[in-house]
Each structure stands twice: as C-alpha cells, then as structure tokens.
C-alpha cells in the first residue's frame, strides 16, 4: 500500500530538446514549434524547447534562436533551454528564455563522451554559466546523468552523483534533475539513490528523469511519490535516448505518466485528451509511429 503521496506533481516535459536531437531526419523548425504548443495546449507548464550547443555536435538543435523567437509567449508557461558554457548562455538570453539548463555526467567515462571534458572541468565552466545566469534574471536548473549506471562504466557509486548534485546547488542551481540514462533502475536501487539524496538535500531541489528501457520508469517514479519527490521529468510519446549511451530507450513517455498519476489522485494540471493529441503532433514530426503513448480508449475511459 503507497502510502504519503503528494497532492500535486510538476511534469517538466523534455521532449522537444531530449526527444527530437536524437532524431536522424532534420525536424523543421515550424514543426518544433508546433509541438511545443500542443504541449502548453495540454497544460505542461515547464518545457524544455531547445538546446543551445554547438550544431556541429547536435545539428538538430542548429535553430534553437528561431523556435525561441517563434514561440507564444504564455503567462504561466516557463521555455527553457539546455547550455554546456558561456557562449550557450549568452544565446540563450538573447533568444528570451526564462530558464537554462546544465548537464553532467556522474560517470567520468561518459561526461567525457557527452561534452569531451572530464567532470571537474565540467564543473569549472559551469562558473561562468550558473552565477551568471541567475544574475541575469535566469532560473537555472542542473541535470546529473547516469547516476543509476553507466554504459561504459557499469555501477555508478551515488556518492559521486551527490557531491557533484550539491555543488550544482551551492553555485545557484534551483533544482536538479537525477537522471537514469540508460534505464537500468530498480525500485530498490532507486529508493537507496534517494534516501542517500534526501538526507543531504530537500525533496523540492531534485527531480527525477527517468528512462524506460527495462520497462522500469513508472516503478521507479512510485518510490520516487513515496519519497516526496513531485517532480518528474517526461517526454510525450516515449521520445528520446541519449546518443552517448548505446541500446538507451527512450524518456518516460509524459502520457504513462500523467495517466498513472490521475489514476491515483495526484494533481498535475494536464488534460490528458489533449496531452494524447500532442502525442500525434509528435509522430507527425517525427514522420513515424511512436512506441510510448497511452492509448486513447484509456484516456478518455479515465476522463469519463
């Protein structure tokens, strides 16, 4: 029996930054832009609409300036944007987003791989993007990836996961991200990563971004409910992986779990009818089926 579940849970949805730079095909920017709008049409109040790194290394983040620009500004509806340094920040501010993202690695192998600097350097460009952002007016949030294991590495000790979590948050990070990269996480392992978490930081500072390669993503936001964690990081219709971890499946599909969490009682502001409908919108930008979408019969049996 589950038991002290939060009221509410915030869904920050990844999709468009997450989902589509994994994508093979070039994704027009009107298109992105569609998408981003079926989701804050859905009631998704924190989206992460782009990426501001080189397009060398991401091309299908190249226009992250135009889908800032060619967005509907919404009261109430926060656009963030993932930057690795300085030069990302400053074209970050100018596109207008209100919020950035940074991201690393608990694994060194893997950090190494994503951005070819070891973790420590990591840290050290993340001076010159965190204070900085939070002194232009800018929400700042940090992502610590594979701490669940690592492709390369295997087992990832969470104590690495945590100093590097709590330096994020001494530099002015409001909220960081815990992310099982490969979706090698258990219930158990998860509940162990959180009660280390937990007795050294406030449930309201981390997140959870969960992926579902093992089928495992939903179990894993059950410990995280019991915890006191309430928010979760999604992507509509299952989209996304991560290119530095090979067989990596995709994010926790937002439909999965904002369909679960209804069943439950648990608040989160999306109309889940429309949430299927932006799940639509993505296979049409994307150009093919997607795997991770709660089935429409079942949204609208638990919106009856």
């Known amino acids: 029996m589950l038991t002290n579940l939060p009221s509410r849970v915030s869904v920050y949805e990844v999709s468009p930054r997450d989902g589509l730079q994994n994508e093979s095909?070039?994704?027009?920017?009107?298109?992105?832009?569609?998408?981003?709008?079926?989701?804050?049409?859905?009631?998704?109040?924190?989206?992460?609409?782009?990426?501001?790194?080189?397009?060398?290394?991401?091309?299908?983040?190249?226009?992250?300036?135009?889908v800032c620009r060619m967005l509907e500004r919404r009261e109430g509806v926060t656009y963030s944007a993932l930057v690795p340094n300085a030069r990302g920040l400053e074209r970050a501010i100018e596109a207008g987003v209100q919020e950035v993202a940074v991201f690393i690695s608990a694994s060194e192998t893997h950090n190494r791989k994503n951005v070819n600097k070891t973790v420590a350097q990591t840290l050290a460009a993340f001076e010159k993007v965190i204070g900085p952002g939070v002194a232009a007016g800018l929400r700042v949030r940090g992502y610590v990836s594979t701490l669940w294991g690592c492709p390369y590495e295997g087992d990832v000790d969470p104590a690495r996961g945590l100093a590097i979590a709590?330096?994020?948050?001494?530099?002015?990070?409001?909220?960081?991200?815990?992310?099982?990269?490969?979706?090698?996480?258990?219930?158990?392992?998860?509940?162990?990563?959180?009660?280390?978490?937990?007795?050294?930081?406030?449930?309201?500072?981390?997140?959870?971004?969960?992926?579902?390669?093992?089928?495992?993503?939903?179990?894993?936001?059950?410990?995280?409910?019991?915890?006191?964690?309430?928010?979760?990081?999604?992507?509509?219709?299952?989209?996304?992986?991560?290119?530095?971890?090979p067989g990596a499946a995709g994010n926790l599909a937002t439909e999965d779990l904002?369909?679960?969490?209804?069943?439950?009682?648990?608040?989160?502001?999306?109309?889940?009818?429309?949430?299927?409908?932006?799940?639509?919108?993505?296979?049409?930008?994307?150009?093919?089926?997607?795997?991770?979408?709660?089935?429409?019969?079942?949204?609208?049996?638990?919106?009856?």
């Open 25 to 66: 095909a070039q994704v027009a920017t009107h298109a992105k832009v569609r998408l981003i709008e079926a989701l804050a049409d859905a009631g998704l109040r924190r989206i992460e609409a782009t990426s501001f790194v080189s397009p060398r290394w991401v091309p299908q983040m190249a226009d992250g300036t135009e």
């Open 166 to 245: 709590q330096q994020l948050l001494d530099a002015g990070c409001y909220q960081v991200s815990l992310g099982d990269t490969i979706g090698v996480g258990t219930p158990v392992q998860t509940g162990r990563i959180l009660d280390l978490f937990l007795a050294n930081i406030a449930s309201e500072k981390i997140a959870l971004h969960l992926h579902d390669t093992r089928g495992t993503a939903l179990a894993n936001v059950l410990v995280g409910l019991e915890a006191g964690i309430t928010t979760y990081d999604a992507a509509v219709a299952g989209l996304g992986g991560c290119p530095y971890a």
């Open 258 to 304: 904002v369909y679960t969490l209804h069943g439950m009682g648990i608040e989160t502001g999306i109309d889940l009818e429309k949430l299927w409908q932006a799940g639509q919108v993505a296979e049409a930008v994307v150009g093919r089926e997607l795997p991770g979408k709660v089935h429409q019969a079942g949204v609208r049996s638990l919106a009856s």
